[in-house]
C-alpha cells in the first residue's frame, strides 16, 4: 500500500493555500468559456483510493501520485495494488475502492451484464498498446520452421500461421494446447483470440448463462491467470503461452524461460489497453473529484510522452518500486524506453509499444467501445444478434468524453496543457477514422459493427448462437 505523504493534520491547510494561490491566477478563455481549476468547484471527496494490478500502464496513477498532480488537485489519494482484476472490479463497485486502473472491457462487460452486472463508467483512456503474446521455448522452437527469416532474424510480425501446424499436432495426439490470458473481458483475451483466428486456430466460443471458460470448439484452451503468476505458470509448463502486459513479456526473455512471438501493436497498431474506472453512481455524487482526478491523471500522461519519452528513464525507477510493479527497472526499462525484446538478443526498436497521451490515447473514444462489446459478440459474451445502435448506445453509456472534455479545457486554461494536443472538441464525434492496422488487414469501422462482423470467417454473427 503507497501511505499517503501528508498527515492528515497539514492536508486541509495545504488545501486552502493551494486553493488561495490558484483563485489568484487569471484564466484564460476557451471555445467562450473561461474554465480553471477554481471554476471546477471544490472536490467534493478528498481523501480516495484507487486500485491498480502490477502492471507498467498503470503508470498515470504513479505519476500523477509521485509528482503530486493529485495534490494540485486538492485530492489526497492511496494507491493499493489489488490482487486479481475480478477482486479490483468488486472493490469499485462496493465501495471500497473510489476508482480503478481497468481493463477496457470491464466497464463494458459490467454494463451490459456479463458477470457482475454494474453500471461502470470511464472518462480517461490510460493507454494504447503494452501487450505482447509470449510462448514457451518449447513452442517457439516448433514455431520456428514455419516463420520467414530476414536477415538472419524471424520476419515481423509473426501470425499464428506459424503456430497453427504445432496446434494441430497437439490435436492429432489428442493433447490439449493451453493458453493464458488474464481475464475473459480482457484486451488480452480478445488480442489473442484476434491474432488465433487469424491464423485460422479456432479460440473457443462462451456458451450462455454467462459461462467463464469459453471452450466450445475450441482448438487453444484459453484460460485466466493472474499477469505477475504468468512467467511461472508457463515455466511449470501448466500452459504453453501466454497474452499479458508489460513486464511479463520480458520478464520470460529475461528469465530464458519463453519467447514473445508478437506484440499487440503488430495485431492492432495504436489499439486502446486499460481505462480508469469509476462507479456511475459515485461519479454523479462526486463530480468535481471525478473531474480533478482526470485532469490529474492528463497531466501524468502528458509527462509519461513528453519530449519523445524523455521522462521514461525516471518512471522506470518508479514503477520497480515494491509498492507499484515491483519488477526490476532493466526489465521494465526493456519495453518501457521505446525497445522491445524478442528472442533472446534480439531487442528491436519500438517507440510505440507504450503510448499514454500522443495519438489521442487518453481520449475515451465510443469507437473503442464498441470494438471490445464486437468482440464479446464474436466469442459469444453477447449471445444474440444486437442493432448497431444498441452498440453505440453502449458505448455512450459507459465512455464519457464529456467529463473528459471538462477536465482537458480546465488544463488548457490553466496553462497546464496544449489545445493543439487534445481532438477538437466541439466538433469530435467520438468515432475514429475507420481503421486499417489489423494483423489480418479487416478494416474496422466503429459505426457499423454488425458490417464488421461479417468480415471474419471464424466468430459469430448476424442471428449465429451457440
Known sequence: ?????????????????????????????????????????????????????????????????????FEDEGLYVTLEAQANWKVLLDRVIDGQLDGAHMLAGQPLGATIGYGTKADIITAFSMDLNGNAITVSNDIWQQMKPNIPQENGKPLHPIKADALKPVVDSYKKQGKAFKMGMVFPVSTHNYELRYWLAAGGIHPGYYGPNNDVKGLINADAQLSVTPPPQMPSTMEAGTIYGYCVGEPWNQQAVFKGIGVPV????????????????????????????????????????????????????????????????GADAEVIGNSMTGTFEYEKGDKRSVPDFNVFFRHNATYPYYSDAIWYLTQMRRWGQISEQK?????????????????????????????????????????????????THFIDNIVYDGSQPNAYLEKFKIGLKGDSKI
Not at 25 to 45: F, H, N, R, Y
Open 1 to 69: 500500500m503507497v501511505n499517503n505523504r501528508l498527515l492528515n493534520s497539514l492536508v486541509h491547510t495545504v488545501k486552502s493555500l493551494r486553493f488561495a494561490m490558484i483563485s489568484a491566477v487569471c484564466t484564460s478563455t476557451l471555445i467562450g468559456q473561461s474554465v480553471s481549476a477554481q471554476d471546477l468547484g471544490w472536490p467534493e471527496k478528498e481523501e480516495l483510493k484507487f486500485g491498480f494490478i502490477k502492471l507498467t500502464d498503470m503508470a498515470p496513477l504513479a505519476i500523477a501520485y509521485e509528482k503530486g498532480y
Open 262 to 325: 508478437v506484440t499487440d501493436y503488430e495485431i492492432w497498431k495504436d489499439n486502446p489497453e486499460k481505462v480508469f474506472g469509476v462507479n456511475k453512481a459515485w461519479a454523479e455524487a462526486n463530480p468535481n473529484t471525478h473531474i480533478r482526478v482526470v485532469k490529474a491523471m492528463i497531466r501524468a500522461a502528458i509527462w509519461l510522452d513528453e519530449k519523445d519519452n524523455a521522462n521514461r528513464p525516471e518512471a522506470v525507477q518508479i514503477l520497480a518500486k515494491s509498492q507499484y510493479v
Open 387 to 435: 442493432s448497431d445502435d444498441w452498440y453505440k448506445e453502449i458505448a455512450k453509456q459507459v465512455y464519457r468524453p464529456d467529463i473528459y472534455a471538462q477536465a482537458a479545457k480546465s488544463l488548457i486554461a490553466e496553462g497546464k496543457a496544449n489545445a493543439a494536443d487534445f481532438p477538437e472538441f466541439a466538433s469530435e464525434s467520438g468515432f475514429k477514422k475507420p481503421q
